[in-house]
Nanobody, 115 residues
Framework: QVQLVESGGGLVQAGGSLRLSCAAS????????MGWYRQAPGKQRELVAT???????NYADSVKGRFTISRDNAKNTVYLQMNSLKYEDTAVYYC?????????WGQGTQVTVSS
């Protein structure tokens, strides 16, 4: 059993910044992939960024240069630093952890960017 708890969402003006955190607990194995996805109203859930246990990152084109994903393996925590936020970044952001072929999801945290 894996639990993922996100925090850090909120309301911010366009151009502002937010930092999301996701703490994983339970049966965590050392080889895993952590990441962030988001889902806007009426749209499908989409990849934002992922990071391997060794620190290799991958970003959606829409957030490259603005968002930075990082992780603290000792704390089983993944972060998403979001800068230069745009209205279209408004969504529920979900933390994801994949290990041994199984995907675990957090409950989501709302990010709202006002224009």
């Amino acid at each position: 059993q894996v639990q993922l708890v996100e925090s850090g969402g909120g309301l911010v003006q366009a151009g502002g910044s937010l930092r999301l955190s996701c703490a994983a607990s339970g049966s965590i194995f050392s080889i895993n992939l952590m990441g962030w996805y988001r889902q806007a109203p009426g749209k499908q859930r989409e990849l934002v960024a992922t990071i391997t246990f060794s620190g290799r990152t991958n970003y959606a084109d829409s957030v490259k240069g603005r968002f930075t994903i990082s992780r603290d393996n000792a704390k089983n925590t993944v972060y998403l630093q979001m800068n230069s936020l745009k209205y279209e970044d408004t969504a529920v952001y979900y933390c994801n952890l994949v290990q041994r072929g199984y995907a675990n999801w957090g409950q989501g945290t709302q990010v709202t960017v006002s224009s």
